[in-house]
């Protein structure tokens, strides 16, 4: 029978499983969103600056972003479950567009089935980084588990200022305001002035209407 010695190679490689093994670290898989959370997120919209006050309430159907453009008029994007979304003002003006489209808000689980590409850097955090269907791409603190950024397809980004698990807003503050129920809801995916502003920095609306389904 032969020696062991007349086959160093065998050695060889039994040293290198030894001392490399396969990498047995399982792909991360991104945190759901917790079933309510305040958020603050500072947007940039190609060269426009915004500033977001997201509410996301899931046992409630419902999600609230209120948008303060730079140096312009703050603009409330309620959206219901049901389909239904309330654009409007709160100032003098009363403006108000009401929508029905045929998805709700995002599910907490919206980014299963995210593609992973490793981790980076970002706004000075080391970020777990997923991709989904050439649209987002969303960065995950790796130690805390938190949103830091997201980044979109058409180049709108937000940095993840503030994220508050838990945070739920009052009842009463999610009433759209009266005048809203002056005109009929109008089922369609075309919006007219308010709803336009609305959509540059509403991530649920960009991220379900146009794919036309729920994540």
């Not at 808000?105 to 919206?110: F, G, H």
């Not at 970002?122 to 949103?147: A, Q």
């Amino acid at each position: 029978m032969a020696s062991a010695t007349k086959h160093p190679f065998i050695h060889i490689v039994f040293l290198i499983l030894f001392v490399f093994p396969a990498d047995s670290t399982p792909t991360p898989s991104p945190s759901p969103w917790p079933p309510q959370f305040y958020s603050l997120l500072y947007m940039n919209v190609n060269g426009s600056n915004q500033i977001i006050d997201l509410w996301y309430d899931w046992p409630n159907g419902r999600n609230l972003n209120i948008i303060q453009n730079q140096l312009g008029k703050r603009l409330y994007d309620l959206e219901w479950n049901n389909g239904t979304s309330f654009f409007y003002t709160l100032d003098s003006n009363q403006e108000c567009e009401t929508k029905h489209f045929e998805v709700g808000i995002l599910r907490p689980d919206w980014l299963d089935g995210a593609h992973y590409l490793g981790r980076r850097e970002v706004d000075g955090f080391v970020c777990n980084v997923w991709e989904k269907v050439d649209f987002i791409w969303y960065y995950e603190d790796v130690v805390s588990k938190r949103p830091v950024h997201w980044r979109f397809f058409n180049g709108m980004s937000a940095h993840v200022m503030t994220f508050e698990e838990g945070a739920v807003r009052e009842d009463e503050k999610w009433q759209a305001p009266v005048y809203c129920f002056d005109k009929g809801i109008e089922y369609s995916t075309t919006g007219g002035k308010l709803m336009e502003g609305v959509l540059r920095g509403s991530i649920s609306y960009l991220l379900s209407s146009l794919f036309g389904f729920h994540f």
